[in-house]
């Protein structure tokens, strides 16, 4: 099958828990299919290349700065995306495989698949309701988005759902077609070569926007410095909050305890799972999470998660962490990072092998069946 992927960003030029998963699907299907991806042109990107058995189609330049404005997704970025679009039209594809955001995008894909017999799936991975678009735009533009989104959402021939959690959240935004449950996130081959010591140090991985909340992290740290010996935290990963992150860390006296990494490159993935694998804990702070990969990675890594109650993570993933009230967290890691026995704090492992990528193509496979 001729298969064309789309999403204005695309890892590993922009990394993210997103970025990684499409370009893991991708990666795979190209294995058995003519892959194609179509997306914005990154820093170090070249506009039409191959590499891996995928083809990129990148136009318009961006970067992180214009990516991101006044810490949230710019919209004028959104809609030159979206015309860019337009130059799918070129080409014949049997099924389009689109990311949700930035939404503005969906009609044209739409109308793309009407005229060349295509088939649209939609890569679901949040739904937001009206409520989290006034918050994220403002009240007008908000409303207005989410009128929009209500309506392009459902223009799909199906669905690919990252979770329970959004599967319900897309029946009841009113999408009767077929939803698949499907987040490859474990690349369970890659995984089992990585060899680490444990070290007692607790860690956060991924990229740093507002919802990651890193500030409540870095005041969980704070807290336990008096009662974790030597305490030592590590972030690792870039992003619009960067900035705003070192100044915290002086700001709280942090420097000696906490260690800020730059995000690793593809070609360095070995050494980032290295690093989650030493640490005695992933704490993840995220008020907003469609599933929680960086969780889910580090649980098959063998490091134990803990995240707060009011965590949004699926029923699914919450089932493997360690769950604490907020005020909790700062005592329940101290435990987590002095016990020697840190695997007992991983419950119900048998999960994992729900997001193996070795399950990419038969799930896939099936789909498409479906779709014919």
């Given amino acids: 099958m001729r298969i064309a992927f789309v999403s204005d960003a695309v890892y590993p ?14 990666k795979e299907l190209a294995k058995s299919h003519e892959v194609h991806f179509f997306s914005m042109q990154w820093p170090g990107m ?25 810490g949230r997704r710019s919209i004028r970025e959104a809609i030159v995306f979206s015309l860019g679009i337009f130059r799918i039209f070129r080409y ?7 990311n949700e955001f930035p939404v503005l995008h969906l009609p044209i894909l739409k109308l793309y698949c009407a005229l060349r017999n295509c088939r649209l799936v939609l890569d679901m991975h949040e739904v937001w309701d009206k409520k989290y678009w006034t ?32 599967e319900g959240s897309l029946i009841a935004a009113g999408v009767k077609k077929h939803i698949t449950i499907f987040s490859p996130v474990i690349d369970d081959q890659f995984m089992s070569g990585i060899r680490a010591t444990k070290k007692k140090s607790m860690i956060f991985w991924g990229r740093l926007i507002k919802e990651k909340r890193v500030d409540k992290w870095l005041d969980v740290v704070r807290q336990m410095r008096s009662s974790v010996q030597n305490m030592h935290a590590v972030i690792i990963g870039d992003g619009p909050e960067r900035e705003n992150i070192e100044h915290e860390i002086r700001e709280y006296g942090l420097d000696g305890a906490v260690e800020l990494r730059h995000a690793y490159s593809n070609e360095r993935r070995a050494e980032l799972f290295r690093a989650v694998k030493e640490a005695g804990l992933l704490l993840q702070m995220s008020e907003r999470e469609g599933l929680g990969m960086i969780i889910l990675e580090s649980i098959a890594l063998g490091t134990p998660a803990l995240v707060p109650s009011y965590s ?10 360690v769950v604490a009230k907020e005020g909790e967290l700062a005592k329940v890691a101290a435990r987590i990072l002095e016990s020697r026995d840190k695997g007992r704090y991983i419950k119900n492992r048998e999960n994992l ?7 990419i193509n038969d799930v896939y496979s099936a789909l498409f069946d479906t779709l014919k």
């Avoid at 014949?92 to 689109?98: G, M, N, P």
């Avoid at 092998?353 to 399950?359: A, G, N």
Wanted: with cysteine; aromatic share 12%.
């Fill in 46 to 70: 070249r506009r039409e290349f191959k590499s891996e058995g995928i083809t990129y189609h990148a136009a318009h330049k961006v970067t992180q700065e214009k990516f991101y404005r006044h």
């Fill in 92 to 98: 014949k594809f049997d099924v389009v495989i689109a």
């Fill in 13 to 26: 030029w922009n990394f993210g828990g997103i970025e990684v998963l499409e370009r893991t699907e991708a």
């Fill in 353 to 359: 092998k729900e997001f193996y990528v070795s399950r």
């Fill in 135 to 166: 918050q994220y735009l403002g009240l007008l533009p908000g409303l207005l988005a989410n009128a929009y989104a209500s309506v392009a959402l459902k223009t799909a021939d199906a669905y690919v759902a990252n979770s329970s959690t959004t």
């Fill in 312 to 321: 949004p993570i699926p029923k699914e993933v919450r089932e493997m962490c």
